[in-house]
């Protein structure tokens, strides 16, 4: 412990000069002490954001696995999903999830899916902050018809197409080796090839894209429910 200060010995010049130092002292321990509540503050809101549910699960059949950075656990229903999630269905596993305001998609036996925050280039005044990532197998999703508070739906598949729906539509996706391939059941899409920043937009009920890895894609003509070629 220090000693006392002898007031009285350091004179006027003396006294003003401690009172000074005790004054800066005062204030940097209070400025520090304001820093490190706005760094603790900064990272509490930060934590929370990210860990903001953007999904929900709502039917699962069979086992599905939920993984969450290093830890895997099995999906349950009622699950909440956030970015950073990601999905794995065993052979005969499927679930169904409710996305942020609207669409729902199914998810099939054989799929990875992940959650992830939406790129710089497919950001809109829309949008929601998340996007969809296939990395194999299929998926089928469907939006209801657009309302005042709609979001753009961007599902990326295996970085080689980009799939936005802007309004409403019933389309499935599906990664294999080296194919991607989307199939429109109503409404419509824009399809972006990654390759070549070429854009598409499928109107077409029935009709489907598939696309290479060399950025090379096929049209196939409308399909009814049995496989057969409908009218052109």
């Known amino acids: 412990m220090e000693p006392p200060v002898n007031f009285d010995a350091l004179g006027l010049s003396g006294l003003i000069w401690y009172k000074k130092t005790v004054l800066a002292f005062y204030l940097t321990s ?68 409710q996305l942020w305001s609207d669409p729902t998609l199914r998810i099939y036996p054989g799929t990875e899916i992940s959650i992830r925050a939406r790129e710089k280039s497919e950001e809109s005044s829309t949008g929601s902050p998340a996007a969809l990532y296939l990395q194999l197998g299929k998926v089928c999703a469907r939006t209801g018809p657009p309302t005042s508070t709609e979001r753009d739906f961007v599902i990326t598949v295996a970085d080689k197409m980009i799939a936005v729906i802007h309004q409403s539509a019933h389309l499935c996706l599906s990664r294999g080796e080296e194919l991607s391939s989307v199939r429109l059941r109503d409404g419509s899409v824009e399809i972006t090839n990654a390759i070549d920043r070429s854009i598409l937009v499928l109107s077409e009920a029935g009709i489907e894209l598939d696309l290479n890895d060399d950025g090379s894609y096929q049209l196939l003509p409308p399909t009814d429910p049995d496989g057969r070629e409908g009218p052109r």
């Open 30 to 97: 209070m400025q520090m002490t304001v820093r490190g509540l706005i760094v603790i503050l900064g990272l509490t809101l930060f934590t929370t954001a990210s860990a903001s549910p953007v999904a929900r699960v709502t039917a699962l059949a069979s086992a599905v696995w939920l993984h969450q950075g290093d830890e895997k656990r099995r999906l349950t229903a009622n699950d909440e999903l956030g970015i950073g999630d990601r999905i794995v269905t065993g052979e005969n596993g499927q679930a169904e999830i």
